[in-house]
């Protein structure tokens, strides 16, 4: 009787063991699965920022090129007209020939200043800077039993 009543015990015992294995098992590998799963959605986020902040840097590199040398392309046509104005300021012998070659070269200046804006305002703007990815929080683990 006492053999039976330990074998019972024995059995019982391992029983809830086993049950309880399995399920604790069950429950690690479903958070292993998550836990994967959340990794490769942060990975995947921030591959997908880094590729818009690259995107974002070439396009302000562009921007900045394509910007300088029209200002740089403005500043030598301002400095011939400028010559040239002066030139023909002094050439000019009667004041009313001053007067029209000063007007003359300020009509220049201000074209060459309104190409160039409208150069500048021709040009892609950079697109907005990316945001940041926000971090998912971690699954958490199970409580084991």
């Given at each position: ?9 024995i ?62 392309k ?29 007007a ?14 409208s ?27």
């Amino acid at each position: 009787m006492k053999n039976k009543l330990i074998a019972v015990a024995i059995l019982t015992i391992s029983a809830l063991v086993t049950n309880t294995t399995s399920a604790v098992a069950a429950e690690n590998s479903e958070h292993k699965a998550s836990v994967q799963a959340w990794k490769a959605t942060n990975k995947a986020a921030n591959d997908s920022y880094k590729a818009s902040v690259e995107s974002y840097k070439a396009g302000k590199q562009n921007y900045s090129t394509a910007k300088k040398a029209i200002n740089e392309k403005f500043k030598t046509d301002a400095a011939a007209s400028k010559a040239k104005t002066k030139a023909a300021v002094e050439a000019a012998t009667t004041a009313e020939a001053k007067k029209a070659a000063k007007a003359s070269g300020k009509a220049e200046i201000d074209s060459l200043i309104a190409a160039r804006n409208s150069a500048i305002a021709a040009l892609a703007k950079p697109t907005a800077k990316p945001v940041k990815p926000t971090k998912t929080e971690k699954p958490v683990k199970p409580a084991a039993n």
